[in-house]
């Protein structure tokens, strides 16, 4: 396995993010020396789109992914004007290769409706032997000053505007309201930290974590909030809950709330009217 660093830039306005430019003759040069069979492309700017060409002008199958919606985060930048062309650009990068990966099938659908060709479902996997309830921690649960009879919840996420951070405060305000005591801790770091922080000053914040430290996190809260408000499932129980108290709570208040048992009563922290699934 050979890994080849590209040369790219920060964007200017969220530096922790960066995009490799056009890469065409290098990445033709390695492929050759290296007798590449086929070729996955992971991003859709510059050097991704440089790796598409290639791969097409060499005859190599090419499959693209498509995880993130860059066409909806415009808006959050300023420049919403310009959705329309992101989803025009994107459709054209992903159509010239062979197929395109989605991990859901809510995103599969979307793109096919949008002109969209060869969508392929590869859903996404999580390694249960470091995210497990296994590595619950007491130890951690202490140093964060919670005890275990008390409703631990977690964000995780990059701190920027398009992650919603602040759906994830209004639920866990009202979280607050039947469990005082509630603790939140906000696992990620961006550009809108220190705005973020200003929001929700009582929050534990721990900054960035590696997977390790953040599999720990994961299995000693009792509570995940999800705040993108395209996904489906907005909230769930990370694992079995150490209180009898604690029951599992939604944090969108367009989303269903997903039961764990015919005899859950699950609430709505954001707002009463949720439909209900066990």
């Known amino acids: 396995f050979v890994h080849q660093q590209m040369p790219g830039r920060a964007l200017p306005w969220y530096p922790a993010l960066r995009f490799g430019w056009p890469a065409g003759a290098a990445l033709r040069r390695l492929w050759r020396e290296a007798g590449v069979q086929g070729v996955y492309v992971a991003t859709e700017g510059p050097l991704g789109y440089s790796a598409v060409q290639v791969a097409r002008q060499l005859g190599l199958p090419v499959v693209s992914g498509f995880h993130t919606r860059f066409d909806e985060f415009l ?54 032997e470091l995210f497990a309830p296994t590595r619950r921690n007491t130890d951690l649960r202490s140093r964060l000053g919670v005890h275990e009879r008390q409703l631990l919840v977690l964000a995780v996420g990059r701190l920027a505007p398009e992650k919603n951070h602040r759906l994830a405060f209004a639920a866990f305000r009202a979280i607050r309201q039947q469990h005082p005591d509630a603790r939140l801790v906000v696992v990620g770091d961006g550009p809108a930290a220190a705005e973020l922080k200003q929001d929700m000053p009582d929050a534990l914040w721990t900054g960035m974590l590696g997977h390790a430290e953040l599999a720990r996190y994961y299995a000693s809260a009792d509570l995940y909030l999800m705040r993108r408000t395209l996904a489906r499932f907005c909230s769930g129980r990370i694992g079995p809950t150490r209180s009898r108290n604690h029951d599992p709570f939604i944090s969108s208040p367009s989303c269903k709330v997903l039961g764990p048992g015919a005899a859950a009563q699950p609430r709505c922290a954001a707002r009463p009217s949720c439909s209900r699934s066990s």
Do not use: C, M
């Open 75 to 128: 808006a959050h930048y300023g420049l919403g004007l310009l959705k329309p062309l992101g989803l025009r650009y994107l459709r054209a990068f992903h159509n010239r290769a062979d197929a395109t990966l989605v991990p859901t099938r809510e995103l599969q659908g979307f793109l096919q409706q949008q002109g969209f060709r060869r969508v392929e479902l590869l859903r996404r996997a999580v390694d249960t």
